[in-house]
């Protein structure tokens, strides 16, 4: 069964930054775009950030937000800076193979902002 490990989420006040890690295994990491989305309670699942041989990321996290992979660890971070109440979301890693639909879901890790 595939899993995708998510760490890093929590409070933080508004301006604040956290790290945001999506760990799985190799098999799974080498042949996949990796990516973060976010959802709020009554809302549509939303793209935050997604890198494999590009990157793309939200208009509203432009230039606030960094994600990054370690080949070498399977991990894709999320680096979230200067973060906005607006933030606030469950934050989900995905990882979808190359040229195919199949894609898998982390369980999901609890951003906040607020002061």
């Known amino acids: 069964q595939v899993q995708l490990v998510e760490s890093g989420g929590g409070l933080v006040q508004p301006g604040g930054s956290l790290r945001l890690s999506c760990t799985t295994s190799g098999s799974i990491f080498s042949t996949a775009a990796m990516g973060w989305y976010r959802q709020i309670p009554g809302k549509q699942r939303e793209l935050v950030a997604r890198t494999g041989g590009r990157t793309d990321y939200a208009d509203s996290v432009k230039g606030r937000f960094t994600i990054s992979r370690d080949n070498a660890k399977n991990t894709v971070y999320l680096q979230m800076n200067s973060l906005k109440p607006e933030d606030t979301a469950i934050y989900y890693c995905?990882?979808?193979?190359?040229?195919?639909?199949?894609?898998?879901w982390g369980q999901g890790t609890q951003v906040t902002v607020s002061s």
């Open positions: 995905n990882a979808r193979r190359f040229w195919s639909s199949i894609e898998y």
